[in-house]
């Protein structure tokens, strides 16, 4: 028996945005799936935040379809408020009110969800509710914006580079809150340039640069679509060695220089390094740094691109 069709609770189609002589988002297409965590993954600069702010009604497309919860903002504008939760990359709150106070504002601007003692215990600020937002951390500031978000009992969360600027500590406390909202069955938008965060909480990305997709799928899709399993980069101090006999080696795909460092793209790694041993040795190079990792998504970016997630 056929299982029915999982329904898109966001639909872009050909959506494009120009400021002045920026072209920030150059007619993408996107499905998100009730109930999954989708990822808009790329540099900044690439269009990412500007196509959220279109999904989100806070910015107006020049061309383009955008379907919410299966509703438009030019007609159903009252009722999407109602249905979506908003962290944005940025959120201002008012530095003098408690974190309670916080809560039971935002909580005021919709019809139902959680009480603002219910959205601490969520966000697990309990021994912050009646410190003034001043005096908040940058994470604990991220987690009350999260709440924020949360009071109205969204449909749909949008998440703008939720983690930018915490401490590693901070930033897998936001993760583990995501996890628990993915866990819950809560549909999330997530922009973000942290490939390990990317592929940690999202079922399916899209890889954004200069305002197109360029790449879509599951991160294991994506990393497999390179035709890529590790990463071999070695250093051998001023020694310059002779790239064109490394890139010849079997199963070597690409071979680059990165930072004073020499990195490969290989296929197979137990037949790599080995090869590539000898072939240091043939050339007389010393090897003094070697090290080696599985492919990721931001391999993906560079394959496609030649650039990092984070150059620009």
């Not at 106070?101 to 969800?113: A, D, H, I, K």
């Not at 966000?123 to 509710?129: A, G, I, S």
């Not at 996890?179 to 490939?195: Q, S």
């Not at 640069?209 to 994506?222: F, N, S």
Request: aromatic content about 4%.
């Amino acid at each position: 028996m056929p299982q029915p069709e999982t329904k898109a609770a966001l639909r872009v189609r050909n959506l494009r945005k120009t400021y002045k002589d920026v072209v920030a988002v150059d007619g993408i297409d996107l499905d998100i799936l009730a109930g999954e965590c989708f990822g808009l993954l790329g540099p900044n600069g690439a269009g990412k935040t500007t196509t959220i702010e279109i999904c989100e009604g806070l910015t107006e497309a020049d061309s383009g379809e955008v379907e919410v919860l299966g509703l438009h903002w030019k007609s159903d504008a009252s009722a999407l408020r109602q249905k979506l939760g908003i962290q944005l990359q940025e959120t201002q709150l008012a530095e003098k009110l408690t974190v309670f106070e916080t809560l039971r504002l935002f909580r005021s601007f919709f019809r139902q969800g959680p009480g603002a003692e219910d959205a601490i215990r969520i966000v697990q600020l309990e021994e912050k509710r009646d410190a003034r937002v001043g005096g908040l951390s940058g994470g604990q500031k991220q987690r009350l914006a999260l709440a924020c978000a949360l009071v109205g009992d969204p449909d749909l969360l949008f998440l703008d580079e939720p983690t930018t600027g915490l401490d590693p500590q901070a930033r897998r406390q936001l993760w583990d809150l995501i996890e628990e909202f993915k866990a819950a069955g809560r549909t999330i938008l997530l922009t973000t340039h942290y490939m390990e965060e990317a592929e940690r909480l999202c079922g399916r990305v899209a890889i954004m640069d200069h305002g197109k997709v360029i790449a879509q799928g599951t991160p294991r899709e994506l990393i497999a679509s390179i035709g890529v399993e590790h990463v071999v980069e070695f250093s051998a101090g001023d020694a310059v060695p002779d790239l064109a006999g490394i890139g010849a080696m079997a199963g070597v795909r690409d071979v680059r220089t990165e930072n004073g460092s020499v990195l490969l793209q290989v296929t197979e790694l137990h037949k790599a390094v080995p090869g590539l041993l000898d072939e240091l040795g043939r050339q007389g190079i010393p090897l003094t740094e070697l090290r080696t990792h599985s492919a990721t998504l931001e391999d993906v970016f560079v394959h496609l691109t030649g650039r990092h997630l984070r150059d620009e």
